[in-house]
Nanobody, 126 residues
Framework: QVQLVESGGGLVQAGGSLRLSCAASGRTFSSYAMGWFRQAPGKERDVVAGISWSGGNKYYADSVKGRFTISRDNAEKTVYLQMNSLKPEDTAVYYC???????????????????WGQGTQVTVSS
């Protein structure tokens, strides 16, 4: 079992930046893929970015490519999401997620993630 705690959300103007952090505890962090998802009101929770257990492979949704960067620090058991050039349509609750099994599964498919944080609100004003 792993516990995930997100931080770094807030209110920002369009064009601004935010950096989300997700601190993990409870199991070996470095063996699991990690991901960031987001859910806007009335919409499904969708993947934003994912990173493999080694950090060597990354995935980005088309809507955030070139603007968002996912990274991880296995020593600190933390995964980050740097968000630049934010747009009003990026407004959502952002969730951190951890893979179900070590060294396996994808790093972008929602079904491959089994542990979720409580979410952090990101609001981008126009």
């Amino acid at each position: 079992q792993v516990q995930l705690v997100e931080s770094g959300g807030g209110l920002v103007q369009a064009g601004g930046s935010l950096r989300l952090s997700c601190a993990a505890s409870g199991r070996t962090f470095s063996s699991y893929a990690m991901g960031w998802f987001r859910q806007a009101p009335g919409k499904e929770r969708d993947v934003v970015a994912g990173i493999s257990w080694s950090g060597g492979n990354k995935y980005y949704a088309d809507s955030v490519k070139g603007r968002f960067t996912i990274s991880r620090d296995n020593a600190e058991k933390t995964v980050y999401l740097q968000m630049n050039s934010l747009k009003p349509e990026d407004t959502a609750v952002y969730y951190c997620a951890a893979g179900v099994y070590p060294y396996s599964g994808t790093y972008y498919r929602k079904a491959d993630f089994g542990s979720w944080g409580q979410g952090t609100q990101v609001t981008v004003s126009s």
